[in-house]
């Protein structure tokens, strides 16, 4: 069963936002387009082994047909999958990290925290400039979803964010920084 047709029952926080945010991943994110198998990982392939893992795992797989199992699974871990992300792969498989994260948040455990801290703009300039040449694949529509699921986060799960100051990762500092501007536009 792909990722995007899990619906096993479980108890949730917050089940109603839940369910509505499951539907705007799905509708915001197109499953049609395949990357080409040459820009799924960044790095150099004759130096960097997590280039082959992470060139064999998602090539020619659409974000839909990946499971959550299949994404713990990964050999160096489901945040480490994150990270070998080029930015075009990094937003084509976004709404699977989202998906997965919202379908069961405790069982997603530190992908989480890696993918909040990747949807982070840092305030020196080479980060920002790190986080908009990554993001700048996304349309506003995709955008707005990627701040919804930030504030399903900081209303659902607010304790697992402890308040955050400028330097901690958190939904909260990603919504001020860059990601709220949306939320505002889908009113």
């Known amino acids: 069963m792909s990722i995007a047709q899990n619906n096993e029952n479980h108890s949730y926080e917050c089940p109603d936002l839940r369910a509505q945010l ?36 998602f090539q020619n797989r659409k974000w839909t047909e990946i499971t959550f199992d299949e994404l713990l699974s990964y050999p160096s871990g489901a ?21 997965c ?9 530190v992908m989480s925290e890696s993918l909040i801290s990747d949807m982070t703009p840092g305030l020196q300039t080479h980060r920002r400039e790190a986080f908009d040449s990554r993001f700048v694949f996304l349309g506003v529509e995709q955008r707005r979803c990627v701040a919804l699921f930030l504030k399903f986060l900081t209303q659902c799960y607010a304790d697992d964010f402890p308040n955050a100051d400028v330097d901690d990762i958190s939904p909260a500092v990603a919504l001020s920084r860059y990601w709220g501007e949306f939320l505002e536009q889908a009113t």
């Open 101 to 109: 994260i919202v379908d069961d948040y405790y069982k997603s455990d």
């Open 79 to 99: 945040s480490a999958a994150i990270t070998f992300l080029s930015d075009r792969a990094f937003c084509y498989y976004l709404p699977l990290f989202l998906f």
């Open 22 to 57: 499951l539907v705007n991943i799905k509708q915001s994110f197109p499953e049609e387009y395949l990357l080409s198998t040459t820009n799924i990982p960044v790095g150099n392939p004759s130096t960097s082994s997590e280039y082959l893992v992470s060139q064999l795992f």
